[in-house]
């Protein structure tokens, strides 16, 4: 079974551009979840979508949005790009989401690297 | 301040040593706990998944312990090989139970290296 992808693997933008990330679940998988990861602030939730909606946020600024479609795949997107936006931008994908039910196990994309310059 | 902190920021062992990695959460109420390791320019990968009534996981070498009352988990790996050098973070689900709301709090990592 062919694992979570991202494309593209890396990027590199200016300041005051907008850019698009790309995720492909691992198939079957119904939840998209994007995060960010920068040396100085370690992981960040983003955002997660389920079933094409987003169903939780994290602390980000208007300028990240997201979406996901009907098959599952999810995009965000970073609008008018700032120095700091610089970072590993990862997808992860499940089956479900975590419920009283219980947790499902989630898996990681390799990862966007975005530099903005 | 984060609510999860993990200690020690970095270690360094040699081949063959035990070591165990801690993790102290703040987070309220809490569902899940999670280990994962990431190796240098990879995605993170699932190492282990407890929920508030599990004390411990073990997954190979890696064993996971959680404390919900003094809200501390442990990550201990026995034996190490060189290939355990990596980052070690901690993630807390704090979705209630029942409610499908879940916003994943993450530590900054436990960056380990193993020496021959």
């Known amino acids: 079974k062919a694992g979570v992808t991202q494309t593209p693997r890396y990027l590199i933008k200016t300041r005051g551009q907008q850019v698009t990330l790309s995720c492909s679940p691992i198939?079957?998988?119904?939840?998209v979840s994007w995060y960010q990861q920068t040396p100085g602030q370690g992981l960040q939730f983003l955002f997660e979508?389920?079933?094409?909606?987003?169903?939780n946020k994290g602390n980000f600024p208007g300028r990240f949005s997201g979406r996901q479609f009907s098959n599952s795949r999810s995009e965000m997107n970073v609008s008018t790009l700032e120095l700091g936006d610089s970072a590993l931008y990862l997808c992860?994908?499940?089956?479900?989401?975590?419920?009283?039910?219980?947790?499902?196990?989630?898996?990681f994309g390799p990862g966007t690297r975005l530099t903005v310059t | 301040k984060n609510q999860v902190e993990q200690s020690p920021q970095s270690l360094i062992i040699l081949e063959g040593k035990n070591c165990t990695l801690q993790?102290?959460?703040?987070?309220?109420?809490?569902?899940?706990l999670r280990w994962y390791k990431q190796d240098t320019g990879r995605g993170p990968v699932s190492l282990t998944i407890?929920?508030?009534?599990?004390n411990t996981k073990s997954n190979g070498r890696y064993t996971a312990t959680l404390d919900a009352d003094t809200k501390q988990s442990s990550l201990h790996i026995t034996a190490s090989q060189l290939s355990d050098s990596a980052s070690y973070i901690c993630?807390?689900?704090?979705?209630?139970?029942?409610?499908?709301?879940?916003?994943?709090?993450f530590g900054r990592g436990t960056q380990l290296t193993v020496w021959p």
């Open positions: 407890m929920t508030f009534s599990e």
């Open positions: 979508y389920f079933s094409e909606t987003q169903r």
């Open positions: 198939s079957g998988h119904r939840s």
């Open positions: 992860a994908s499940s089956w479900g989401r975590d419920s009283g039910r219980g947790p499902y196990e989630q898996y």
């Open positions: 993630v807390v689900n704090p979705a209630d139970r029942g409610s499908t709301l879940g916003r994943l709090y």
């Open positions: 993790c102290n959460y703040t987070v309220s109420p809490f569902s899940n």
